[in-house]
């Protein structure tokens, strides 16, 4: 339940997060980063979907406390 709050907030904060993260890729201009780190930094709403994505599919995993997931009798 939580992680499925987790993407929610994502997802209503995302103009919050998209105008954050605009700062500070522009902080990171001036300090000189590499094109490279930077396009790694920056999101944008399809990167902030996926994430929302990812943890939604996380979320839906079987939870595997308790399970055995592998056993050798010797």
Same mark, same amino acid.
């Given at each position: 339940a *939580? +992680? =499925?709050r987790a993407?929610? /907030?994502?997802? $209503?904060?995302g103009?919050?997060?998209?105008? =954050?993260? =605009? %700062?500070?890729?522009e902080e990171?201009r001036?300090?000189?980063?590499?094109?490279?780190?930077? @396009?790694?930094?920056?999101?944008?709403? !399809?990167?902030l979907? *996926?994430i929302? /994505?990812g943890i939604? $599919? #996380? !979320? /839906? +995993?079987?939870?595997? #406390?308790? *399970?055995?997931i @592998?056993? %050798? #009798?010797?």
């Amino acid at each position: 339940a *939580a +992680l =499925a709050r987790a993407a929610e /907030a994502l997802r $209503a904060a995302g103009p919050a997060i998209l105008a =954050a993260n =605009a %700062t500070d890729l522009e902080e990171g201009r001036k300090r000189g980063l590499s094109p490279a780190l930077l @396009d790694r930094l920056a999101l944008n709403p !399809a990167r902030l979907k *996926a994430i929302a /994505a990812g943890i939604e $599919a #996380v !979320a /839906a +995993l079987a939870d595997p #406390v308790g *399970a055995v997931i @592998d056993q %050798t #009798v010797r």
